[in-house]
Every structure is written in structure tokens, then in C-alpha cells.
């Protein structure tokens, strides 16, 4: 038998300590002894004292060396523990004021959940944030049962086997036994002159053997051992994941990775976080009642529970209309979750041309991507988006091409601009998951699909048969698929609607994120002031500057925005509109100018619902306005960029409006008198004089016809009419 031998260093030590803990116990029996075994009160007092001096030379010279060793070996940890409580303490101390309420708020609700884990501060780019993770529903089964234990697997794995009427004598020499959430890996010895491939070949046999059925059932080689095969086996009773179970993970990871999620445990009962921001797009199946809305509010959860809205703007696609509602007025969404196909078409367009201007400030900035970027101009962070699509099947059916080809330029270069997707389906067939959307999402979850070749699609590649209820395979950027029962906030949808309701109160109520948000905005607003046009990103960042925050503007609101910006995409056929635009070529710009000179100010949504165009050419016009000087900065108070008015336009104006005051008068009084008119303009006779000249050569006088003779009206009575009916119908000032 090996025996091993410690280092020399380890048995210096140990003896070392040895040898002085055996002095001070000799010492100390000596002292102990003598102060029964001698009489007088002197003798006792020596004995004390000698005890007193024994303990000390132990403490000093046998304890404390060893706990010095001890805390030298561990400095490192010591050091970052010290860090990590400094940086809470002036985390906390910076947001004490604002979160007091947030806490209040939170606190009668908190006393439905254990209390587990305590409010845990999350270091972001903003400082400290403080989830209200204590709310966290509690797992009411967090251990599964399984018949096949240690000290039985090999018995009953040797049963089977021999009842499959394979050569199996004696038990089974079981190697390793490993235990996830919903499945255990049994590795064990292959008997003599018994093959993998043999084994395999009874696997419906031996599944049946040992459970009467072979869902879930697997046979493969042992990772680690040689001339070994593994079971691996559903348990009779699974435990679930529940987000509290694996939320420290979580916390831990905010800092290392930009945007980690939950996923759930692995088969081994292991944790697992991802970065979203390396997949960088996933392209999530399953079929119904998989567990597919689950892991989305999962994930949605992880990314609001870490991220401010300072950090991370989400766009929800929710076509079922159901699954997201929840999520409405939560500060980071940029709009309502969007339930219409036309709405959602033209919230991805956003998206696209959000992605253009990201582009082109990376590229202002020789920076390469958005962590780059972030780093270089601090006050001008940009957030992450992370764009979900619940049901694209559904928005392909009524809307396939528009939203394809949104979603194949987010997909192909939204990564770099901090632009991520989430594209959930039940049907994963090539005519929803097309090749190239495929190509551009290598991120890939599957949870349980109707078929293998559902799996083949998504994990491009052979795949065991799901169980559901969140037992999924996750492949990362192309990398080996991993299996993994995903974290439910709850099972009981009630306890995790409310986890959600209060982290989105906590959001709400938190003073200090609303103020930073205005902050950043506000940036964003610099940024545009500097490169002059940002316009692109203007209709999102209306919704913070409105007076109203987006999440109490009403749906119907947004809906009638959007539907009016997906027009252009959706009624192609609408062909009257298309032939006057394009017979009329430039007009557009025209009525554009007259809009915003007539309005004081112009902003995208406005020309949307002037012109009835889309988001892109309204942008476009806008963009040419702030090109052309016509317009200024945003107002955040009239949601507009304000008009400009040049000296020469004016003097142009207040003409216009004299010539139309005098036509009213006259159409009104039938009368054309230079004098009353000089009153009612207050102006000199002899600027109304070239005015009534003005207007003879528009036609609507006739001039004198002798010397002594005035001016005369020159429009018909029916024309007058029409003239003063038009004008009744404007709100021009009343003379
Ligand atoms: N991770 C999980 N842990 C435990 N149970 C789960 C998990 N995921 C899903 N389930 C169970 O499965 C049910 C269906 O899940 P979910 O609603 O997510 O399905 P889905 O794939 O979104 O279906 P559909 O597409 O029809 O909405 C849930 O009500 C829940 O009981």
C-alpha cells in the first residue's frame, strides 16, 4: 500500500506545533498538578501564574504563527474581501438617501420569501445597485429522489442488463454517480467482453428494465474513464431550479461578464451563467409548454435585476400579447412591449437605423465596438439593447419579409453596437429559421421540439429527447451542446409575476436610476448636439424627454405611432400614395418646411403623422432639416427640435401674415380704404400702398380704375366666401 509522504516543509511545520503544543500541555498539566499536590496560597498563585505564562507561550509561540501562515496564504482572498466591503460601504453610503424608499416599499412584501438571500449589492457602471434579490421565491424542492443510489446502481444497473439478455455476472463496478436538477449520470466499469456499442444496441430493453419507459434515457461513453459506459437517466422525481438557488452566481458574475443570465444548472448540479453580449444573438425553441417563456423571463430577469436602464434598453416583441405584459413599465423598455406585427416591424427598423448611428459613432471615434467605445467617452455611454422576439414563427407568417430583413441586419452587425437578439420559436422549420438568420444567431438553446429533425435545425445536430418543463441544450457560439434544466423564478406563476411587479417597483421608485436616466438622455442629446444628428435614436429618446415617462403612455398612444410608422412596409399596394410621392418628387421636404415653420419646431413622429410616411424617411427629412439649419436643439418640453427663423424668412412671415390680415379685412368690410387699413396694421401709408399693389398683382384687387378713384375687390363673391370660410377654419388672430 502507497502511504504517502507529506512535504518536508508540511512536517516541519506540523512538528513544530506539535512540539510546542505538547510543551504547553506538559506545562500545563505540571502547573495543573502542582496546584492541587501543594499546599499554602502562595504555591497556588505560582501554580496560576505558571498556567497563565504556558497559555501565552502557546498563543504566541504555537497558535499565532499558525494562523499568521495561515491568513499569509490567504491574503489574497482577505485583500479582495476588504476591497469588495469598502466599495459597498461607499456604494451604500452614496445611495443610502435615494434607496430608503425602495426598501420601505419592499419590505411588508418581503416577508413571503425566507430570508435566504439578503439584498445583495450589485457593482455596475453607475455604482451600486441594490435588487431586491431577498423577494426571491424560496425552492420548495430543491432535492430530486432517484432509486439508484451509491450503494445500489451497480445491483440494479447488473439486473438490467442481465434481463436485456446481455452477458453481465456479478455486479456492476460503478465508477461515478453524478446528480443534476433532472437527470443522474451513472459511469460504470463495461464487463468483460461486453461492448458499448452492444449495450446501446438494448437500450429500449434496458430503459425498460429500469423505469418501464426510455424517455429521457441515454447511453453513452464515460467521460473520464476508460473501457467505461455512462446511463443517463431522468429522476424519479426532479428537483427544480429556482433563480434564488443561483442568484450569488449571478451577482458575482455582474462585473466579469457585460450581460450575464441565468440558464439554470447543469447535469452535474453546477451553476450556469452566460454572457449575452458574447453569444451575441440566440436563437431560442421549443415547443409548447416546454418551458420556453420560462427561461425568457428568467433571462429577462437576470438582465433587469443587474442592468439600469442606464445600462440596458429592452425592446419585448411579444406577438401572443400575453407572455411580456408583465414587463410593461419597467424603465428600460423602449416602448410597451410591442404586440402588432406592423408595430414590431417598425420598432426593428429603429432598431436598424439605431444600429447605423451607433456605427458611425464608433467609427467617429475610432473605437471598435462598444466596450471600447463606452471606456473612451464615458459621458456618453451607450446602453446595450437587447431586442426579444417571443414568437418569430408568428411575426414571420403575417410579416415575414419586412421583419426578416430587420432581423438578418441586426443579426449579421448589430454585436459590436451592444445590439443583442433573443429570437424565441415553437417551429424552428427552415422556412421561419431561414440559413442566413441561422448562420448570423450561433447562440442556440432547444428545450423539448416536436421532432429530431426540429433539433437537427436548431442544434444542427443530433440531439436526446427532451423531457420539458425546462430540461434544455444549449449550444454557445457553436460550441459542444450542453445539457441544463433551466431556473424558474417560480413554478407558481403568481410568485413570479409578483417577483417581477416588485422589481419593477423597485426601478420605479428608485430616485436616484430615474435621475441618472434623465442624466443619460440628456447626454445622448449632447452626443447629437455634437455630431448634429442623432435623430435616428430621436423617437426613442422622446419617450424619456416626454413629460410623461414611457411607462404611463398608453398603448393605444404607441400603437397608433407605430402603425403609422409601419405603413410604408405594410401596404405596398397602397398605391395612390407611392404614385404622388414619386410623381412629386422633393414635395415631401416642401410640406416638411411648411410643417415645422408653422409648428414652431419638427420632430420625427410629427412628420410621420403629417406626412404618413415611415420612421426611416421621416428621420431622413429631419435630417436634412438639421443638415440644412433649419432646425435646432430638441426641446425636451415641446418634444421637438425647435424651428429656426432666419432674419430673411421673417421678414417673409410677418409680410405673409400682413398681405392675409388686409385680404380678410376687406373681404369682411367689402371696403379697400389705405387709411383704415394703416390702422389695423400699424404700419406707414405708403408700405400699405405697395401691399395693396402686392395683392393686385396676386389678383385679388384691381387697381384704380381713374386718378381719383380707389382700389377695387377683384375675386368674386364665391371666392370671397371660400376665402373667409378657410381662413374661420384656421385659428388666424381675429380682426
Ligand atoms: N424551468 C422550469 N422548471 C420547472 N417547471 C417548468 C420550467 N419551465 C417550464 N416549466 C413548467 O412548464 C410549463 C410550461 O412552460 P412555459 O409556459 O414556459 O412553456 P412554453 O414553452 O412557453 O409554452 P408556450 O409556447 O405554449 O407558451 C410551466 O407552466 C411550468 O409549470
Avoid at 315 to 334: F, M, S, T
Wanted: net charge negative; with cysteine.
Amino acid at each position: 500500500m502507497e502511504v504517502r509522504t507529506p512535504p518536508a516543509a508540511e512536517k516541519k511545520k506540523e512538528s513544530f506545533f506539535q512540539f510546542i503544543t505538547r510543551l504547553a500541555v506538559i506545562g500545563a498539566a505540571i502547573c495543573v498538578g502542582g496546584y492541587f499536590a501543594l499546599k499554602g496560597e502562595d504555591m497556588h498563585a505560582l501554580a496560576l501564574k505558571g498556567l497563565r505564562l504556558v497559555g501565552m507561550v502557546w498563543l504566541i509561540f504555537g497558535l499565532a504563527p499558525v494562523l499568521l501562515q495561515q491568513a499569509w496564504r490567504d491574503r489574497a482572498k482577505w485583500w479582495a474581501a476588504i476591497r469588495r466591503w469598502m466599495k459597498q460601504q461607499k456604494g451604500q453610503r452614496a445611495m443610502s438617501d435615494t434607496l430608503t424608499p425602495v426598501i420601505a416599499h419592499s419590505e411588508p412584501v418581503s416577508d413571503r420569501s425566507a430570508s435566504v438571500v439578503s439584498d445583495q449589492s450589485v457593482p455596475g457602471q453607475f455604482g451600486i445597485l441594490l435588487a431586491p434579490y431577498s423577494l426571491l421565491p424560496s425552492n420548495p424542492r430543491p432535492h430530486a429522489s432517484s432509486k439508484l443510489r451509491a450503494d445500489n446502481a451497480g445491483e440494479i444497473i447488473s439486473d438490467a442488463l442481465q434481463l436485456a439478455g446481455l452477458p453481465v455476472e456479478g455486479d456492476i463496478q460503478v465508477l461515478n454517480l453524478e446528480s443534476g436538477p433532472t437527470l443522474q449520470t451513472v459511469s460504470f466499469q463495461l464487463p468483460p467482453r461486453l461492448q458499448l456499442s452492444k449495450i446501446s444496441s438494448k437500450k429500449e430493453d434496458i430503459a425498460n428494465h429500469l423505469f418501464g419507459h426510455s424517455l429521457g434515457f441515454d447511453i453513452t461513453s464515460a467521460t473520464n474513464f476508460r473501457s467505461a459506459a455512462a446511463f443517463v437517466l431522468p429522476h424519479d422525481e426532479r428537483a427544480y431550479v429556482y433563480m434564488r438557488d443561483v442568484v450569488q452566481d449571478l451577482i458575482n458574475m455582474k462585473g466579469k461578464m457585460a450581460l450575464p443570465v441565468i440558464f439554470g444548472k447543469d447535469v452535474r448540479g453546477k451553476p450556469m451563467i452566460q454572457d449575452l453580449a458574447k453569444m451575441p444573438h440566440l436563437l431560442l425553441a421549443g415547443a409548447t409548454g416546454s418551458g420556453k417563456s420560462v427561461y425568457i423571463n428568467t433571462v429577462l430577469t437576470s438582465l433587469l435585476s443587474t442592468q439600469s436602464p442606464i445600462e440596458l434598453r429592452l425592446l419585448l416583441i411579444d406577438p401572443k400579447q400575453v407572455e411580456l405584459a408583465v414587463y410593461r413599465g419597467y424603465p428600460h423598455l423602449l416602448s410597451p412591449p410591442v404586440t402588432e406585427p406592423k408595430q414590431a416591424i417598425a420598432a426593428l427598423s429603429k432598431i436598424v437605423v439605431e444600429m447605423e448611428r451607433r456605427y458611425e459613432l464608433l467609427a467617429k471615434t475610432f473605437t471598435r465596438n462598444i466596450v471600447q467605445y463606452n471606456k473612451k467617452m464615458p459621458n456618453e455611454a451607450l446602453p446595450y439593447i437587447v431586442v426579444v422576439i417571443d414568437e418569430y414563427a408568428d411575426l414571420m407568417v403575417v410579416a415575414g419579409a419586412a421583419v426578416e430583413e430587420s432581423v438578418q441586419r441586426i443579426a449579421q452587425k448589430a454585436r459590436a453596437a451592444g445590439i443583442h437578439l433573443i429570437l424565441g420559436t415553437q417551429r424552428p422549420s427552415v422556412d421561419v429559421v431561414t440559413g442566413v438568420i441561422k448562420a448570423n444567431l450561433p447562440s442556440r438553446v432547444a428545450f423539448r421540439l416536436e421532432s429530431t429533425h426540429d433539433y437537427r435545425t436548431v442544434l444542427d445536430g443530433a440531439a436526446p429527447q427532451l423531457l420539458g418543463f425546462g430540461d434544455g441544450i444549449c449550444r454557445i457560439q457553436g460550441g459542444s451542446p450542453q445539457r441544463f434544466q433551466s431556473a424558474s423564478i417560480s413554478v407558481e406563476d403568481m410568485e413570479s409575476t409578483n417577483f417581477i411587479e416588485d422589481l419593477k417597483a423597485y426601478w420605479i421608485n428608485s430616485n436616484q436610476v430615474s435621475a441618472l436616466g434623465q442624466e443619460e438622455w440628456d447626454m445622448s442629446e449632447e452626443v447629437a448636439g455634437a455630431a448634429a444628428q442623432d435623430i435616428s435614436t430621436e423617437l426613442m429618446e422622446s419617450e424619456i424627454h416626454d413629460d410623461v415617462p414611457p411607462w404611463e403612455e398608453t398603448q393605444e398612444e404607441h400603437l397608433e405611432e407605430e402603425v403609422i410608422a409601419a405603413e410604408p412596409y405594410l401596404a405596398p399596394d397602397d398605391e395612390e400614395d407611392e404614385e404622388e410621392e414619386e410623381a412629386d418628387e422633393g414635395e415631401p421636404y416642401e410640406k416638411a418646411l411648411k410643417l415645422g415653420r408653422k409648428q414652431g419646431g419638427i420632430s420625427v413622429a410629427m412628420l410621420q403623422r403629417s406626412l404618413r410616411i415611415g420612421y426611416v424617411a421621416a428621420a431622413q427629412l429631419l435630417q436634412r432639416m438639421v443638415d440644412e439649419g433649419r432646425v435646432g436643439a430638441h426641446d425636451p418640453e415641446r418634444n421637438m427640435r425647435l424651428w429656426i427663423t432666419s432674419k430673411e424668412e421673417q421678414t417673409l412671415d410677418d409680410k405673409a401674415m400682413m398681405l392675409n390680415r388686409m385680404k380678410r379685412y376687406i373681404c369682411r368690410t367689402r371696403t379697400v380704404k389705405s387709411t383704415e387699413l394703416r390702422d389695423l396694421l400699424g404700419v406707414r401709408r405708403e408700405k400699405v400702398l405697395q401691399y395693396m399693389q402686392e395683392l393686385t398683382d396676386e389678383g385679388f384687387l384691381d387697381p384704380p380704375k381713374a386718378a381719383r378713384l380707389g382700389y377695387t375687390i377683384a375675386w368674386s363673391e364665391e371666392e370671397i366666401q371660400q376665402f373667409l370660410a378657410q381662413m374661420d377654419a384656421e385659428d388666424g388672430d381675429d380682426i
